[in-house]
């Protein structure tokens, strides 16, 4: 560790450090500027710099305490200012950072506490938390603070704006409920605005994918202002269709063509027929016209009448289902004609539960799957529009 020099501010020691190790001096570099970032933060807390005698003084410096954080420059032991009195003080930039690493953390950390912990859980809140023992009090309190802000996240007004496409999707994962391991499904809406910005609408843990809990879920969007619904794509789920009906009725539904796909292959009756088949759907997905893709699948129904006509009748009865997004823009088809704009979002949620596992409960999974979604919904509505809302006219007859 680089001895600190009384005689040179903290700015000028810091570059000091630089210009005499180069890239070996980052590590002291970035323990100068912290312990200094929290001294100027204490004495804001405090409204008075040391030894400043005023009348809005709120508390009294009360020295320093080690702690030691691991940074990808390695462990770096900083001295975190002190106070007494009735001030509550603690440095922000000791916070764990992004509100899905502090709910990661606490996944962890709850598992620990309760006593549901093994060899690989514990190595995980080593790496996480430095080692540090974790109590329940702690975690706790740490919940409390993470939850009041993703509440307030996850409750917002809904009626800034119209939006015009709504996505559905749910995910399963395993939760500890009453003793047992079960499989609660999460549910995520998203939208996208006239705009062309996608935003998180809403996230939900519920015990399954009945039709009770989807209603729920929509009747919560639409209590929060949600409007100006004139699409929606998801998969077939379980229940989701008949809530629809009761929360959005008739308002055009567009069933995921991939997952479609998916479930046609499952239909034929040889599994040599199968690459013919997805390839047949491809095709028919890609027409030009709503009356194009029709006449394919009246000659996919011909074809397969007689050698599969369980195919057939299949067929006939759900690929015009995944065929409402003809009545979008040619422009905007292949962006809405599945439930794949959610992908990224299951994506990063898989990666963070995963290493979890089993959550100790609900709360434990609704706090991760909230913040993962508010951080990627904030990345999404400061990006560049998804989707072209305002295509040429010449486009809006095809």
């Not at 990808?72 to 900083?78: A, E, H, N, Q």
């Not at 993470?146 to 399963?172: G, H, I, M, Q, S």
């Not at 027929?273 to 006449?295: G, T, V």
């Amino acid at each position: 560790m680089t001895r600190q020099n009384p005689d040179l501010s903290a700015f000028d020691q810091i570059v000091s450090i630089l210009l005499d190790q180069g890239a070996d001096g980052l590590a002291d570099a970035l323990r100068l500027l912290l312990n200094e970032a929290m001294k100027v933060e204490r004495a804001k807390a405090l409204e008075a710099e040391p030894y400043q005698r005023t009348e809005s003084r709120k508390g009294h410096a009360n020295g320093f305490k080690p702690k030691t954080l691991n940074t990808r420059l390695g462990r770096i032991t900083l001295a975190v200012p002190q106070v007494r009195g009735d001030l509550d003080f603690y440095p922000s930039v000791l916070e764990r950072g992004a509100r899905s690493e502090r709910a990661f953390t606490l996944a962890i950390a709850q598992m620990y506490v309760q006593g549901v912990s093994t060899r690989r859980v514990n190595a995980v809140l080593e790496a996480m938390c430095g080692g540090l023992e974790i109590s329940s009090t702690a975690v706790s309190r740490a919940a409390a603070s993470l939850d009041a802000e993703l509440e307030k996240w996850r409750t917002r007004r809904l009626d800034v704006e119209p939006f015009d496409c709504l996505a559905l999707d749910a995910r399963y994962e395993k939760v500890r409920v009453d003793g047992a391991v079960v499989s609660c499904a999460v549910l995520i809406a998203v939208g996208i605005s006239k705009k062309g910005k996608r935003s998180v609408l809403g996230v939900s843990v519920a015990l399954s994918e009945a039709e009770v809990h989807w209603r729920d879920f929509l009747a919560s969007l639409q209590d929060r202002g949600l409007h100006g619904v004139t699409y929606i794509v998801s998969d077939d789920h379980a229940g989701l269709r008949a809530a629809l009906a009761a929360r959005l009725a008739g308002v055009p539904w567009q069933r995921c063509q991939f997952h479609l796909q998916q479930n046609a292959l499952h239909h034929c009756p040889k599994v040599a027929l199968r690459p013919q088949l997805a390839a047949d759907l491809r095709q028919l997905f890609d027409a030009s016209s709503r009356s194009e893709a029709d006449a394919r699948l009246r000659t996919l129904v011909t074809q397969h009448h007689s050698s599969a006509p369980q195919l057939a009748a299949w067929l006939e009865a759900n690929v015009p289902e995944a065929l409402t997004v003809f009545i979008r823009p040619p422009e905007q088809r292949v962006r809405l004609r599945t439930s794949n704009l959610l992908e990224n979002l299951n994506k990063q949620i898989r990666r963070r539960t995963r290493v979890v596992t089993i959550f100790p409960n609900t709360d434990s999974l609704l706090r991760l799957v909230c913040a993962i979604t508010s951080e990627l919904s904030e990345d999404w509505e400061s990006a560049k529009a998804y989707l072209n809302m305002n295509p040429p006219s010449h486009l809006l007859s095809a």
